[in-house]
């Protein structure tokens, strides 16, 4: 093997040692040996949490990343507290203090930044040596030296309104000071808020009990040996015993200029990463410049060491950086402030979204540019926080509803927020999973929701917790959470989303399922994704589809539901929930001469015959002579009903009879999820009609109303109205269309709810009513289709479609 | 001690079935690559029949509760305890025989 390469890191900082641990993620170790160069006596920590450190909520302990036996572990050479004098790069070079030279193949610059110091009269005493009392505030050893300072003083004054100023303000709070924030500029945090946001910040912070000074312009701190207060452009004054300069930071990028390399406002590279002169020399993180910018986050800095990373190692050389969507949040007890891209509207056509409520500091503001949310504020309710900030960093559209942007409507209310939840909290109650064991498997280097979920099954029940787990999985990472590509997909193994599939489906003929899988994976089959593949393309190829048992779930092969002993339900199918004297006078046979040991009403009108054994099956259909009620499936189940108007004395609608059609149209019909279905006599829906899938309404003057994507199970959702109707075959019509319209375009496991909250009722009004797009025909056929293509699966009693389809175990036979 | 348990054709391409061997429930897989794998018959989670499962390249997925296991190795994929494996083979003519000694 060739000899390993070494590789410099200058600077021990969240950019530094975020890039060094990239590296190793991918095999680095084997490639390069690493030294790495700290300014800082400590390991690595989280700078993020210095304010959190200042106002005592976290022990300078708590926010080490990396401690210094993690450097030996993994081989690094650390030279801590050691400065960096120089780079010569004729010999490949790095000078640092105490005569101490390491030599380099490859070098990364992660200098990151320094405090930005306005100038300002008596900053040092007469003599040149620093003024007691003045501080800026960027790493541990200035958090140690406010708090020896601070106890027992009375007054102290920030100079700076932006983020870190505020944090520094809040923090000071903690040792009794009367604390004022002085701003130079006429609003507070101006590069995140717009006006009115910045002054309902300020008023915020005074019912803290923060001063707030604008515009004044510091000229001098006064103070012989210490300070003792400060004078002002416009003449005022202001008493205090300490000052805390935040006034910003600049690129640490000084060592890089002597050494000849272009610096701007940052040390100015490529999408690689790389300085302009030196092909061996990259650069990361706050002390950078790429396309004009300087970032002063954490989230661009986590994406800059991924690409250099891949680059380094090799392990993706086609990886570029392009820039970074800025998103800030102000993390201070009692004020909470989110914002994101732009703060004003800048082209023809933004969008704005906006809501105020002075009084209790809430302010929210959305720009909306193509659909796509372009720029955020807000402040005082960051619930939406977490949605929103994904739509804007993964530019996806946001819904038509505006309104939903800014409130959870007639949603449950989200309980307390993932922050103050507390470790042993449960957040998948499916699985029991708390948000400690969550964020447990983030400490151990699992950063998608994918794998997330995978290590831990955290919302691998029935789902509803998913996007709370998310939340709970970015709360855990901090910026650091990873996209994970798969989100898109349509089924797991297959890294397309549902549109682009269809596409190669067609195109190429494909009709089975491992004829999908030799064409797109090299025939390897990946168990998750099977199901979802079948039931696409039985909607695509209907009767044309090549069925291969093995891509069904249990229940798909057997044509009941698996039971937690192994054994299955039958429900048969049960037209409006009608039976009569005969057929139940059948299943009470059956039931006893299977010793079926419960029977059960279901929630959908229909009689379920609980604990039948696998052999059983077949011999309880032929007996039953009712056809499969499709009760263990992704199609349609149920059409429940009210009684109707032949005698309900409120009825204006015949409900039964309308639920019988619909039920003999739709039997069988395969969907992304089950669908479950109601039709209501009157508007007082006692069949619940409001919260199916699909919901038909008998209204005053011999009307239908057409509710859709409604749900009552894991979530809660009221169906939204898609049309009024006339008939029983317009419901059948503009249901069906919908439905199809759903079964091509959701997501496999999407159930309705999600795909017209997703989606929105106007598009699909639209096109299902307006036909805006032209494919009624194409639809209603396509569904026709699939409804010709009906057969009972229970006529498997008679001809088993696979060898011992219905044992539960074999004999060995030699 | 190598069983024999009967001909390949007993399992659909891509399904697994139980064996009963004496006292011991086996679960046999035959992948759709043309491989034989073969396990303990119940899931350690909560006992979920594992030859109900997808089965796809080696891995199979609990009917249960979606629990995945390397079928070659046994090991769960989401952290939990491995399966009991058999070394599996097809013998003359399409015969299914797995070895049932205890591990060592």
């Given amino acids: 093997m060739a000899a390993k390469q070494k590789l410099v890191v200058i600077g021990n900082g969240m950019a530094g040692a975020r890039t060094v641990e990239e590296i190793l993620a991918r095999g680095g170790a084997d490639q390069f040996q690493i030294t790495m160069f700290g300014e800082e006596p400590y390991g690595n920590y989280n700078r993020i949490l210095l304010s959190d450190v200042l106002n005592g909520s976290h022990e300078a302990s708590d926010i080490f990343l990396n401690s210094l036996p993690w450097y030996q572990e993994n081989g690094i050479r650390l030279h801590s507290g050691v400065r960096v004098s120089k780079i010569l790069r004729h010999s490949r070079q790095v000078i640092g203090e105490g005569d101490i030279v390491e030599e380099y193949d490859k070098l990364i610059i992660a200098t990151g930044s320094v405090p930005f110091i306005p100038q300002i009269e008596g900053l040092k005493l007469g003599d040149g040596r620093e003024k007691p009392g003045v501080f800026v505030f960027r790493n541990l050893d200035d958090c140690r030296r406010i708090t020896e300072y601070a106890t027992g003083k009375r007054a102290g004054a920030v100079i700076g309104g932006g983020l870190l100023g505020l944090e520094a303000a809040r923090g000071l709070q903690n040792f009794s000071l009367g604390v004022t924030v002085i701003q130079r500029g006429n609003a507070l945090m101006s590069q995140q808020l717009d006006q009115p946001a910045a002054a309902i910040l300020k008023k915020t912070l005074e019912d803290l009990g923060i001063g707030v000074l604008l515009d004044k312009d510091t000229r001098r701190i006064t103070g012989e040996d210490h300070v003792t207060g400060l004078e002002f452009a416009d003449g005022s004054t202001l008493e205090c015993d300490l000052v805390v300069i935040a006034a910003g930071i600049k690129a640490n990028s000084g060592l890089a200029a002597r050494a000849g390399l272009t610096v701007e406002r940052g040390i100015v590279v490529d999408n690689q990463l790389r300085t302009v002169e030196d092909p061996r020399i990259f650069a990361v993180g706050e002390c950078v410049q790429h396309r004009g910018q300087v970032y002063g986050l954490v989230a661009p800095l986590w994406e800059q060491a991924k690409v250099l990373a891949d680059q380094l190692t090799g392990a993706d050389p086609d990886s570029g950086y392009f820039g970074s969507k800025v998103a800030t949040k102000l993390k201070v007890m009692g004020v909470e402030v989110a914002s994101m891209g732009i703060t004003e509207p800048s082209e023809a056509g933004d969008e704005v979204v906006q809501f105020t409520e002075a009084k209790k500091g809430t302010y929210k503001k959305l720009i909306i540019r193509n659909g796509r949310l372009v720029g955020s504020i807000l402040l005082g309710d960051l619930r939406k926080a977490p949605y929103l900030s994904q739509a804007f960093e993964r530019n996806t559209p946001v819904p038509e509803e505006r309104l939903s942007l800014l409130f959870d409507i007639g949603a449950p209310s989200e309980q307390a927020s993932v922050e103050t939840m507390p470790a042993d909290m449960q957040v998948c109650n499916c699985n029991g999973v708390t948000k400690g064991a969550i964020a447990g498997c983030v400490k151990l280097g699992k950063r998608t929701s994918k794998s997330v979920m995978e290590a831990t099954r955290a919302g691998l029940g029935c789902g509803a917790c998913k996007s709370l787990v998310s939340q709970v999985i970015a709360w855990a990472c901090g910026a650091a959470t990873e996209e994970d590509p798969s989100a898109n997909y349509y089924v797991p193994g297959i890294p397309l989303s549902k549109p682009e599939l269809v596409t190669v489906i067609r195109e190429r003929g494909l009709k089975s399922v491992s004829a999908v899988f030799d064409a797109l994976t090299g025939g390897e089959d990946d168990p998750a994704s099977k199901p979802g593949l079948a039931s696409l393309l039985n909607t695509l190829w209907a009767g044309e589809y090549e069925d291969q048992r093995d891509a069904r779930f249990i229940n798909d092969r057997v044509h009941a539901n698996i039971q937690k002993d192994g054994t299955f339900s039958v429900i048969p199918q049960m037209p409006g929930g009608v039976t009569s004297p005969a057929e139940l006078r059948r299943i009470a046979d059956v039931a006893e001469k299977y010793h079926v040991p419960l029977l059960k009403l279901t929630g959908g009108q229909r009689i379920d015959l609980v604990g039948v054994k696998r052999e059983d099956l077949p011999n309880m259909w032929r007996d039953l002579a009712m056809p499969s009620g499709f009760a263990y499936a992704k199609r349609y189940r149920t059409c429940k009903s009210c009684i109707g108007i032949d005698y309900c004395r409120y009825g204006l609608g015949k409900s039964i009879e309308l639920a019988q059609e619909i039920e003999q149209r739709f039997q069988g019909l395969d969907s992304p999820g089950k669908l479950k279905l109601a039709t209501a006599g009157c508007p007082r829906n006692c069949s619940e009609a409001m919260v199916k899938d699909v919901g038909a309404v008998a209204v005053e003057g011999g009307k239908w109303e057409i509710y859709v994507g409604g749900a009552a199970g894991a979530h809660v959702r009221k169906g939204d109205l898609l049309c009024s109707v006339d008939s029983h075959a317009d419901v059948l019509k503009f249901s069906g269309r919908f439905l199809q319209y759903y079964r091509e375009n959701a997501r496999y496991l999407e159930r309705t709810y999600g795909f017209v909250a997703r989606i929105g009722i106007d598009k699909i009004r639209a096109v299902v009513v307006d036909d805006s797009e032209g494919i009624a025909e194409q639809l209603d056929s396509a569904l026709q289709r699939s409804v010709d293509a009906y057969r009972d699966p229970w006529q498997e009693a008679h001809t088993q479609a696979t060898p011992n389809q219905f044992r539960s175990s074999l004999p060995i036979v030699q | ?104």
């Fill in chain 2, 1 to 104: 001690m190598e069983v024999t348990l009967g001909p390949i054709t007993a399992i659909p391409e891509g399904e697994g079935r139980v064996f009963e061997i004496g006292a011991t429930r086996v679960a046999v897989f035959r992948s759709r690559n043309g491989h034989v794998f073969a396990t303990q018959a119940e899931c350690p989670h909560r006992g979920g029949p594992l030859a109900d499962g997808l089965l796809g390249d080696a891995t199979v997925i609990c009917p249960l509760h979606s629990l995945k296991f390397d079928l070659a190795s046994g090991e769960g994929a989401n952290g939990q305890c491995a399966l009991r494996t058999y070394p599996a083979r097809l013998g003359k003519s399409g015969q299914i025989v797995i070895d049932v000694r205890e591990p060592t």
